[in-house]
């Protein structure tokens, strides 16, 4: 389903991203839409969520087969940039948790 | 930081609940607010975090000290109520996956 993840059988990886933006939007939508795209061609993807609320607060969870896949995709050189220019301009705060998904289901069953 | 949860040292677990909504409204945010208050007074929880966009999409992240913890708020018997009338009434779908947080920062560090 749109806006849904997929669901293979634990374990995988999560990567819990939860962020509050700075007032700057300065190049901000071009590099999370690049971003996406280059996280979604790497070995070991699975799928990635997100919500914003207006305030400015949001949560991104990306899903990785393993953990050898998302330490792969965090040194990649234009990821490397993105986190910088991150830290530097468009996060007032944030925090990143990485974490060990064992068990997962989906609902309502009958629709 | 208003809106983040607190970063206890790992490990410790993640109740990650991504939603669409339906478009009965009809009770919904009492009963998200009563379960945001309930949860908050059980033993072993640690915080919550939230985003909803626009268009119905939520995740909403709870974190909890232990597996036993996160296993006793899923039996208590209001919460149980709210999970039957979730799944009858406001959620088109949902994924729900249980995580073990291994490793967990904030940033940016000069703010």
């Known amino acids: 389903m749109d806006g849904f993840a997929p669901l293979p059988e634990p374990p995988y990886y999560a990567v819990i991203f939860t962020s509050l933006r700075t007032d700057v939007d300065e190049g901000y939508a071009e590099m999370a839409y690049r971003m996406d795209r280059l996280a979604s061609e790497q070995t070991g993807y699975i799928g990635i969520e997100c919500a914003r ?27 490397l940039l993105a986190q910088k220019l991150g830290r530097e301009r468009w996060y007032e705060h944030y925090c990143l948790r990485v974490a060990r998904v064992e068990r997962a289901y989906s609902g309502p069953g009958g629709r």
Not at 58 to 70: C, F, G, M, R
């Open 53 to 79: 609320n207006q305030g400015g607060h949001s949560i991104t969870v990306s899903y990785w087969e393993s953990e050898k896949a998302l330490q792969n995709w965090k040194q990649i050189a234009a990821h």
